[in-house]
């Protein structure tokens, strides 16, 4: 089992929709989770970190935290072309600095 | 500086040259970080400084990797008779502080292609 785990995808959804991202992660210690978004070509850039359970919201997106699931996602709303884009999780594990990544999932958004 | 800068962009490289990419972080960032890119895979760790200590190097994935940072500012990822397992985006990101939820700015990459 990969430490963490996200759908490749492509995960497809009209304009306007909510995009709906998961990630799974197996380390019970994990304290810090971060959602970056790369484009194709292009360096990874942060969209939101969490490292408490629920949600946190920055305009358009929300990310969600289950520890006791150990799972996290991130809801895109009202989504545009523009964010079409690979999204990466990472995860910090407890006494480490490093981010361990899943392997993306690639949305694409439907003009 | 403005963000963390990564030269070269591009490195072509026969099968057995050595490389070295060098990453400037941003002034001031403490931690810094190389990743791996594989086409179509999330970064993989290779090792983690802290000003000039290298306090993490768990990810190098052979002896043929060296990382240095001799003055805790600008950091050189050394490939030593580089394979064709070795293409890849290679990444650095540096970060401010020591905390585990400090953001990682990244640099736009190093591509190697070893042929």
């Known amino acids: 089992q990969k430490e963490v785990e996200q759908n490749s995808g492509p995960l497809s959804v009209p304009e306007g929709a909510i995009a709906s991202l998961n990630c799974t992660y197996s380390d019970r210690g994990s304290q810090s989770f971060f959602w970056y978004r790369q484009y194709s070509g292009k360096s990874p850039e942060l969209i939101m970190f969490?490292?408490?359970?629920g949600d946190k919201e920055d305009g358009r997106f929300t990310a969600q935290l289950n520890k006791a699931s150990q799972y996290v996602s991130l809801l895109i709303r009202d989504s545009q072309p523009s964010d079409s884009a690979t999204y990466l999780c990472?995860?910090?594990?407890?006494?480490?600095?490093?981010?361990?990544f899943g392997t993306g999932t690639r949305l694409k958004v439907l003009a | 500086g403005a963000g963390v800068s990564q030269s070269p962009r591009y490195k072509v490289a026969k099968r057995g040259q050595d490389v070295a990419l060098r990453c400037d972080p941003i002034s001031g960032h403490v931690s810094l970080f190389w990743y791996q890119q594989a086409l179509g895979q999330g970064p993989e760790f290779l090792t983690y400084f802290q000003n000039e200590a290298q306090l993490d190097k768990s990810g190098l994935p052979s002896d043929r990797f060296f990382a240095e940072r001799p003055e805790g500012s600008v950091s050189t990822l050394k490939i030593q008779r580089t394979q064709q397992e070795d293409s890849a985006v290679y990444l650095c990101?540096?970060?401010?502080?020591?905390?585990?939820?400090?953001?990682?700015?990244f640099g736009p990459g190093t591509r190697l292609t070893v042929l």
């Open positions: 990101a540096s970060s401010s502080g020591l905390v585990s939820y400090n953001e990682q700015f």
């Open positions: 990472a995860v910090v594990t407890s006494g480490t600095y490093k981010y361990i």
């Open positions: 969490i490292y408490s359970n």
